[in-house]
């Protein structure tokens, strides 16, 4: 927990969750006020070299109940934290691709489970739009990405599939909200809870949320009040950062079953000889783009390291 060395921290104080944070203002929302107060940080956190993030569970201090504005005295201590996006007490990520128009991209989906993986967040796998997409399509990508070892679910806003087992893996639990744009990530927001579309209203006023797009990291309680989804900005490219080439395989859940059948100990499955994974590959037992995104992400770690 971090406070002001000597503060009177306790009396007056409320419990809040930060669900935005812009121009030096923290935007946090207390259920038991059930709306939003705009806030700043004390200065003790700059000099303490603490930010206050985006999912930051804290205590503030209401300076003007009328006005909506308080103080922030307290972080609570944090469970997890990502470094991109840079938000905190997140469980668990919902990346959301449409099953068509467009198709997805598979190079900057893997792109994205690796560097969720690399910060020990768990990623559920949502592909929307399917009143657009064949059956079969749809079963290709759940046993590429099963057998991978993520959830996978479909959705569609137009039809309102998918709604129950959405809740069910968002319940009670802070999840973000991520995919390239188009793909329909704020009308699943929407059809989760008619109440996150908050254009208008004390909420929207507030924390000024653009009605079609996303600039910043924004958390939205949904459901009961227990559960949020973290919206982020849409994103085209994720760069692989801090990690090594080598170790890169570590990322790929469904090589370990055939890693044993590798005649060299430490094979990266770049063109050994005997590799296990490459036979799987050839055999079609692993999928051959997972694959293939796996030697170009390999190729891409070694020449960064070369500069």
């Known amino acids: 927990m971090h406070t002001e060395e000597g503060m009177a921290v306790e009396g007056n104080l409320i419990e809040g969750k930060i669900i935005k944070g812009i121009g030096g203002f923290y935007y946090v929302y207390s259920s038991e006020y059930d709306t939003v107060f705009e806030c700043k940080a004390k200065g003790i956190f700059r000099k303490l070299n603490i930010k206050p993030l985006v999912g930051d569970d804290v205590k503030m201090r209401v300076v003007d109940e009328a006005a909506g504005e308080g103080n922030i005295e307290v972080i609570l201590e944090r469970h997890s934290e990502l470094i991109r996006p840079a938000v905190a007490n997140v469980d668990q990520a919902l990346v959301v691709f449409a099953t068509l128009s467009p198709a997805p991209n ?12 690399k910060q020990n ?28 070892g993520y959830k996978v679910i479909f959705s569609s806003t137009i039809e309102k599939d998918g709604l129950d087992e959405l809740n069910n893996i968002l319940k009670g639990k802070t999840t973000t909200l991520a995919g390239p744009s188009g793909v329909g990530k704020s ?37 009961d009040g227990s559960s949020y989804l973290m919206d982020t900005p849409g994103f085209s490219n994720i760069a692989l950062y801090d990690i090594e080439a080598e170790e ?6 469904e090589f370990e079953e055939f890693e044993p059948y590798c005649r060299f ?25 997972r694959y293939e995104n796996y030697r170009l992400f390999f190729l891409e770690l070694k020449d960064r390291r070369k500069y």
């Open 187 to 223: 009308s699943i927001m929407n059809m989760l809870n008619p109440h996150a579309n908050m254009d208008t209203g004390e909420i929207s006023r507030k924390i000024e949320r653009g009605k079609h797009t996303t600039r910043h990291s924004e958390l939205i309680p949904i459901l």
């Open 248 to 253: 890169l395989k570590t990322y790929y859940r």
């Open 106 to 117: 598979f190079n900057l989906l893997d792109r994205f489970l690796i560097m969720m993986k």
């Open 121 to 148: 967040t768990d990623t559920v796998i949502c592909f929307n739009k399917t009143d657009l997409a064949e059956l079969s399509i749809m079963n290709e990508y759940r046993n590429i990405y099963e057998a991978a």
């Open 265 to 289: 100990g430490g094979c990266n499955h770049i063109g050994e000889k005997e590799c296990g994974v490459i036979d799987a590959v050839n055999e079609g037992r692993i999928n051959r783009e």
